[in-house]
């Protein structure tokens, strides 16, 4: 059964920092893996798609990776501002076409 | 080009009665998929619709039921209700899933009491 974990649940910096969010998966059998972000009490917004066969994707001040061999995929945010704070999820697409979801990782950037 | 709208985005109900919540796709997009996110089991995928019919079914009792029409509108309905089927229910829209990923609706609060 495909388990998807995200470290740290909860994360501060000060902006201006670049930041490391932390996915993994304990399936390698997987079609994609996709970012989000989440505003309190708000539906999510998809940020990056990576397909099972790449490495990264890569969207502004973004950059995604994915490592299936280890089940592990990494979300880089680079210069930090306050409106990145959100919760970030990431899901994957196991092999019965379902996504299933990280807990999200609760990010606050302090001005 | 507007996104995906789900109707209503807050509701109250009483244990026991049932409701239907509503999800109009972004336009061409004909997947429709079903979520539940609650703050002690997060998001669980519910169920998937693809041109009226349910494509995948996540594990959840019977009383959580869904339809998509031919215009790719989708409804979910759950009967019975229960306190714990209180979440915030999410609807995605998917033009070709598998490439472009998921576009989701702002979400319908369901209270039950």
């Known amino acids: 059964k495909q388990e998807v974990t995200q470290i740290p649940a909860a994360l501060s910096v000060p902006e201006g920092e670049n930041l490391v969010l932390n996915c993994s998966f304990t399936?390698?059998?997987?079609?994609?893996l996709q970012w989000f972000r989440q505003d309190p009490g708000k539906g999510l917004t998809s940020l990056l798609l990576?397909?099972?066969s790449q490495r990264e994707q890569t969207s502004g001040r973004l950059n995604a990776s994915l490592d299936k061999s280890s089940g592990r995929s990494t979300l880089y945010i680079a210069a930090s501002q306050p409106g990145d704070s959100a919760t970030y999820l990431c899901?994957?697409?196991?092999?019965?076409?379902?996504?299933?979801w990280g807990a999200g990782t609760k990010l606050i950037i302090k001005p | 080009k507007a996104g995906v709208t789900q109707t209503p985005r807050y509701l109250i109900k009483t244990r026991g009665q049932q409701v239907t919540l509503s999800c109009s796709p972004i336009?061409?997009?004909?997947?429709v998929s079903w979520y539940q996110q609650t703050p002690g089991q997060g998001l669980q995928f519910l169920f998937e619709?693809?041109?009226?019919?349910?494509?995948n079914k996540g594990n959840f009792p019977g009383r959580f039921s869904g339809r998509q029409f031919s215009n790719s509108r989708s409804e979910m309905n759950v009967s019975t209700l229960e306190l714990g089927d209180s979440a915030l229910y999410l609807c995605?829209?998917?033009?070709?899933?598998?490439?472009?990923?998921?576009?989701f609706g702002s979400g319908t609060r369901l209270t039950v009491v």
């Open positions: 336009s061409g997009h004909r997947s």
């Open positions: 619709y693809f041109s009226e019919t349910q494509r």
């Open positions: 399936d390698s059998a997987i079609y994609n």
């Open positions: 899901a994957v697409k196991d092999s019965n076409y379902q996504l299933i």
């Open positions: 995605a829209s998917s033009l070709e899933a598998d490439v472009r990923g998921y576009t």
């Open positions: 990576i397909q099972s």
